[in-house]
């Protein structure tokens, strides 16, 4: 059975902080993992993508990936206050359009 | 905008009502999808059309019906739902391979009376 557990949060950080989001799995065929923020009233938009196991950094943000532990972490280095946001995981096991699997969401607070 | 739009934003419907959602991309996208987002809880993946070919039913209710005359337009029609089919249902597109990722719609309210 797809599962992907998230902690719903919320977090609360003050501004300049370094987040640490996490996802744990529990189906070792997913390969393709996502991380999407999404603002009140808004749909989610895409962060992250990262393919097997291993780092990507893209400006603040950080994604990483642990297969044999099945936990995937987004790292949002000086965090801002416009980074308040749901930020979501998702995966999946194959490239092409089969559909996501995604996580709860993590609610995430930046105070001034 | 993301390049995907649905329309309404907001919709209150009965349960004896017929409604339809729209999504509209112009992305060139090959893919779309809705998904349904219900408070805490995963966003519920409920189909998948490739090239205009629904290729996935994720055991969703046939009060909910969806349509797509082309790669560029995806309807959900809506009939005899019940409140707790109330939530946010969203659009979103994605070539096959998709490698940057889904772009997602804003999403309309749903809320069923």
């Known amino acids: 059975q797809k599962e992907v557990e998230q902690d719903p949060g919320p977090l609360s950080v003050p501004e300049g902080a370094i987040v640490s989001l996490n996802c744990t799995y529990s189906?070792?065929?997913?390969?393709?993992f996502m991380w999407y923020r999404q603002y009140s009233r808004k749909g989610p938009e895409l962060l992250m993508y990262?393919?097997?196991?291993g780092n990507k950094e893209d400006g603040r943000f950080t994604a990483q990936v642990d297969k044999s532990s099945k936990y995937i972490s987004l790292f949002i280095r000086d965090s801002q206050p416009s980074d308040s946001a749901t930020y979501l995981c998702?995966?999946?096991?194959?490239?092409?359009?089969?559909?996501?699997?995604f996580g709860k969401g993590t609610h995430l607070i930046i105070q001034p | 905008e993301t390049g995907v739009t649905q329309t309404p934003r907001h919709l209150v419907m009965g349960m004896t009502n017929k409604k339809s959602l729209k999504c509209e991309q112009h992305?060139?996208?090959?893919?779309m999808y809705w998904y349904k987002q219900s408070a805490k809880k995963p966003l519920e993946l409920m189909f998948v059309?490739?090239?205009?070919?629904?290729?996935e039913n994720n055991s969703v209710p046939s009060r909910f019906s969806p349509e797509c005359p082309n790669s560029s337009h995806l309807f959900l029609h809506l009939h005899t739902l019940q409140p707790e089919d109330s939530a946010l249902y969203l659009c979103?597109?994605?070539?096959?391979?998709?490698?940057?990722?889904?772009?997602f719609g804003s999403g309309t309210r749903l809320t069923v009376v």
């Open positions: 059309y490739n090239f205009k070919e629904q290729t």
């Open positions: 998702a995966m999946s096991e194959g490239g092409g359009a089969d559909g996501l699997t």
């Open positions: 979103a597109s994605s070539p096959l391979n998709y490698g940057d990722g889904y772009t």
């Open positions: 990262t393919y097997s196991s």
């Open positions: 992305l060139g996208h090959n893919a």
């Open positions: 189906n070792s065929a997913f390969q393709y």
